[in-house]
């Protein structure tokens, strides 16, 4: 139990392009879904938490113009990557959790993208 | 604020050698801990969780204990092997971030046949 499926897998675009990233979770209900981005050999920054209908609380220095989050129903959030440019080039991996804070996250598999 | 420590890596072990990767927390509160595994190229899969103090988590051989008197989480196993190579988070919840994950920096493992 707890998939969280995340698509695409991998992705590359031209740049000043538009991404979006979906992530479902597959057999449950998800309260809140998270976003996150991971550096190489780095461990997971958090970029914004998303609640159903509701939203997004992006943490400091992340551009919410940039990411755009949309969390339309209890099992899908999307992530946007507005006007893509080469630094915007990462592993961006999601996550999903129901109930409530001290419940354990459940991760996507990652999109790796690579903007040209 | 909440903050999780992992020991350095990397770690590089032989198939079937015992292993410790050492975690300790700064948190408020009665915060849950995990261990979590990501595989190159892929997202991160839960390993173990406990949710109170002196709770055991254990799976696929893989076991840690909360000690709150300790603030501690380490991950051990008995015997390692080749598919065991990954990169191990500890990560806590509940605590003043409330509703985030708190990770440490990541332990990467290696096992040699």
């Known amino acids: 139990g707890a998939v969280v499926s995340q698509h695409p897998s991998w992705v590359i675009c031209k740049s000043g392009t538009s991404v979006k990233i979906e992530c479902r979770s597959l057999d449950f209900q998800a309260t809140t879904m998270f976003w996150y981005r991971q550096f190489p050999k780095q461990s997971l920054m958090l970029m914004a938490t998303s609640n159903e209908g509701s939203k997004a609380t992006y943490e400091q220095g992340v551009e919410k113009d940039k990411f755009l989050i949309n969390h339309a129903s209890l099992t899908l959030s999307t992530l946007t990557v507005t006007s893509a440019h080469p630094e915007d080039s990462s592993f961006y991996i999601c996550s999903a959790r129901v109930g409530g804070p001290n419940q354990p996250q459940h991760f996507g598999d990652g999109t790796r993208l690579s903007i040209l | 604020g909440d903050s999780v420590t992992q020991m350095e890596g990397p770690v590089t072990l032989s198939e079937e050698a015992f292993l410790t990767i050492n975690c300790t927390y700064t948190?408020?509160?009665?915060?849950?801990l995990f261990w979590y595994v990501q595989y190159p190229g892929e997202g991160l899969q839960l390993l173990l969780k406990a949710t109170k103090a002196d709770d055991k988590g254990s799976n696929k051989g893989f076991e840690a204990t909360y000690r709150k008197e300790t603030t501690s989480f380490h991950l051990e196993k008995g015997s390692v092997q080749v598919s065991d190579s990954a990169v191990y988070f500890c990560a806590l919840a509940g605590g003043t971030s409330y509703g985030k994950l708190t990770f440490g920096q990541g332990t990467i493992l290696t096992v040699h046949p």
């Open positions: 948190a408020t509160g009665y915060p849950s």
